[in-house]
C-alpha cells in the first residue's frame, strides 16, 4: 500500500516544475542518506532485516528447532 501511495504521490508532483525540483531534491538527500549508511564502522552492529537469524550460536531459536523425535 505504502508504495502505491508513494507512486500516486510522486505521479501528482512531477506535474508541475516546483513538484519536479521538490522530487529533484529529495532524491539527492535520500542518496546522501544511504550512502552515510553504506560507510558505517565495521563496529557498529548491522541491522537485521526480519527473518534473518542470528549467527549466535546460543541463541534461543524458538520451539520448532533442534532435535526433535521423529515417530
Known amino acids: 500500500m505504502k508504495r502505491i501511495l508513494q507512486l500516486v504521490f510522486t505521479r501528482w508532483l512531477a506535474r508541475t516544475p516546483l513538484g ?6 529529495g532524491w539527492l538527500f535520500m542518496r546522501k542518506r544511504r550512502a552515510r ?15 534473518r537469524r542470528s549467527g549466535d550460536p546460543y541463541a534461543w531459536r524458538g520451539p520448532t ?5 521423529r515417530h
Open 65 to 69: 528447532t533442534g532435535d526433535r523425535r
Open 20 to 25: 519536479m525540483v521538490l522530487l529533484g531534491l
Open 37 to 51: 549508511r553504506q560507510q558505517q564502522p565495521a563496529s557498529a552492529p548491522a541491522h537485521r532485516e526480519p527473518g
